[in-house]
């Protein structure tokens, strides 16, 4: 079995898909059976070591880097000769490429969407995407093997779009940390920062999509409904600025007199972002719109305790009291920071070592790998269904 994955990034500047491409790349197979072809960045020759044992190959790319057009990117994929070509993302030419390979080779394709079909994201520069479809998107999906999502929300999603394809449900996975950080002066620094009180962390990229106007509008309300906030916690925002957004939320932070109360951390990696969990009293992510957040499977990994909405698609930590639920609205996510606040030390520990609970035994990188492999073999075989395979509209698994 050979798989090769199409990605357009495979550093950072993918976000949260380059964590989860790279850990289910190296969980799946070995380095023998799987290819990885990215398209250069900014950040490629830094991160490239993150794919060890895999080495992934890298195209130079021309006109539009965010399509990611790079000459020699469908050559290699044709002379590396797959079994499967397996997409993660879409709307750029990693997409394009792996129908052009599958139309010449009529051999499976399976796609990864990563929340891009989700309403809120295919309204985002709606024009072009409804371009790319007619073009070639939509006759790409149809021809796909499979499409995987990482929940059963989003496998109903992708039917109501209207994809008659099999459909695996596999999440992502977590690699779980280690008992004591490897740099506690990091974790010593944030904690200078807060002064004393408690933090309450948002990390992950600067958009409108994460809601984060309303996090603070409600942070804002809470400390006007609930004046001790003021002196008792900090909200940390963590994360890479995308398209100028950071400047409205800081721009918003000084409009609402907030510069002693939210801080702005800037993008954090690698030994800095586990701090930034270590350091965290809980975690908060008031998305408007996601496939499964590895934040807040992080956040749950180092047992925080998490505030989040139901547009997050994690059902399991409210159903297991491993998360408080928050609306979007800031006046529903004043109501959690005021639950969240009121809550005893005590208790926040308890909801944090459930959600660790819930990602053992869940959301562990090799339980996710065994899943995604089964798929896989599915794929070129045939035989047993695997039980997270849905092949018709019902759910059902034949």
């Given at each position: 079995?050979?798989?090769?994955?199409?990605?357009?990034?495979?550093?950072?500047?993918?976000?949260?898909?380059?964590?989860?491409?790279?850990?289910?790349?190296?969980?799946?197979?070995?380095?023998?059976?799987?290819?990885?072809?990215?398209?250069?960045?900014?950040?490629?020759?830094?991160?490239?070591?993150?794919?060890?044992?895999?080495?992934?190959?890298?195209?130079?790319?021309?006109?539009?880097?965010?399509?990611?057009?790079?000459?020699?990117?469908?050559?290699?994929?044709?002379?590396?000769?797959?079994?499967?070509?397996?997409?993660?993302?879409?709307?750029?030419?990693?997409?394009?490429?792996?129908?052009?390979?599958?139309?010449?080779?009529?051999?499976?394709?399976?796609?990864?969407?990563?929340?891009?079909?989700?309403?809120?994201?295919?309204?985002?520069?709606?024009?072009?995407?409804?371009l790319v479809c007619?073009?070639?998107?939509?006759?790409?999906?149809?021809?796909?093997?499979?499409?995987?999502?990482?929940?059963?929300?989003?496998?109903?999603?992708?039917?109501?779009?209207?994809?008659?394809?099999?459909?695996?449900?596999?999440?992502?996975?977590?690699?779980?940390?280690?008992?004591?950080?490897?740099?506690?002066?990091?974790?010593?620094?944030?904690?200078?920062?807060?002064?004393?009180?408690?933090?309450?962390?948002?990390?992950?990229?600067?958009?409108p999509k994460k809601?984060?106007?309303?996090?603070?509008?409600?942070?804002?309300?809470?400390?006007?409904?609930?004046?001790?906030?003021?002196?008792?916690?900090?909200?940390?925002?963590?994360?890479?600025?995308?398209?100028?957004?950071?400047?409205?939320?800081?721009?918003?932070?000084?409009?609402?007199?907030?510069?002693?109360?939210?801080?702005?951390?800037?993008?954090?990696?690698?030994?800095?972002?586990?701090?930034?969990?270590?350091?965290?009293?809980?975690?908060?992510?008031?998305?408007?719109?996601?496939?499964?957040?590895?934040?807040?499977?992080e956040a749950s990994?180092?047992?925080?305790?998490?505030?989040?909405?139901?547009?997050?698609?994690?059902?399991?930590?409210?159903?297991?009291?491993?998360?408080?639920?928050?609306?979007?609205?800031?006046?529903?996510?004043?109501?959690?920071?005021?639950?969240?606040?009121?809550?005893?030390?005590?208790?926040?520990?308890?909801?944090?070592?459930?959600?660790?609970?819930?990602?053992?035994?869940?959301?562990?990188?090799?339980?996710?790998?065994?899943?995604?492999?089964?798929?896989?073999?599915?794929?070129?075989?045939?035989?047993?269904?695997?039980?997270?395979?849905?092949?018709?509209?019902?759910?059902?698994?034949?």
């Open positions: 079995m050979k798989i090769a994955y199409l990605l357009n990034s495979v550093s950072r500047k993918a976000g949260g898909l380059f964590e989860i491409c790279k850990r289910l790349a190296q969980t799946t197979c070995d380095e023998k059976e799987i290819v990885v072809l990215g398209v250069e960045d900014e950040f490629t020759k830094t991160d490239l070591i993150e794919w060890a044992p895999l080495r992934p190959t890298i195209f130079s790319p021309v006109f539009a880097r965010s399509f990611g057009y790079a000459p020699g990117y469908a050559q290699y994929l044709a002379k590396a000769c797959p079994d499967i070509a397996h997409v993660h993302g879409l709307w750029t030419y990693s997409s394009l490429a792996g129908y052009r390979w599958h139309r010449r080779t009529n051999r499976p394709l399976i796609y990864t969407a990563h929340g891009m079909l989700a309403p809120w994201a295919l309204r985002n520069s709606a024009w072009k995407k409804r007619r073009l070639w998107e939509d006759a790409a999906h149809r021809s796909a093997a499979c499409f995987h999502v990482n929940s059963e929300a989003e496998h109903l999603m992708l039917r109501q779009h209207g994809l008659r394809n099999p459909i695996c449900i596999v999440p992502n996975g977590i690699d779980l940390p280690a008992s004591q950080s490897s740099d506690s002066s990091l974790i010593s620094g944030l904690a200078s920062i807060a002064r004393g009180r408690k933090l309450l962390l948002y990390l992950g990229r600067l958009h809601n984060l106007v309303n996090l603070i509008r409600a942070w804002k309300e809470a400390l006007n409904t609930y004046p001790p906030t003021l002196s008792s916690w900090v909200l940390a925002i963590a994360g890479w600025d995308q398209g100028g957004h950071e400047a409205q939320l800081r721009q918003l932070t000084t409009d609402l007199r907030l510069l002693t109360s939210v801080i702005f951390l800037g993008p954090q990696f690698g030994a800095d972002k586990e701090a930034c969990y270590r350091a965290c009293d809980a975690f908060i992510l008031p998305s408007l719109s996601e496939g499964l957040p590895m934040t807040v499977l990994a180092y047992a925080r305790p998490v505030l989040m909405t139901p547009e997050c698609n994690l059902p399991e930590g409210f159903a297991t009291g491993a998360a408080l639920q928050i609306g979007t609205t800031p006046k529903e996510i004043a109501a959690g920071l005021k639950q969240l606040i009121e809550m005893s030390d005590d208790d926040r520990k308890a909801v944090g070592a459930r959600g660790r609970v819930l990602v053992v035994e869940k959301f562990s990188w090799p339980r996710i790998g065994e899943q995604m492999r089964s798929v896989y073999e599915w794929v070129l075989g045939g035989g047993r269904v695997p039980e997270t395979l849905r092949l018709s509209e019902t759910g059902a698994t034949r």
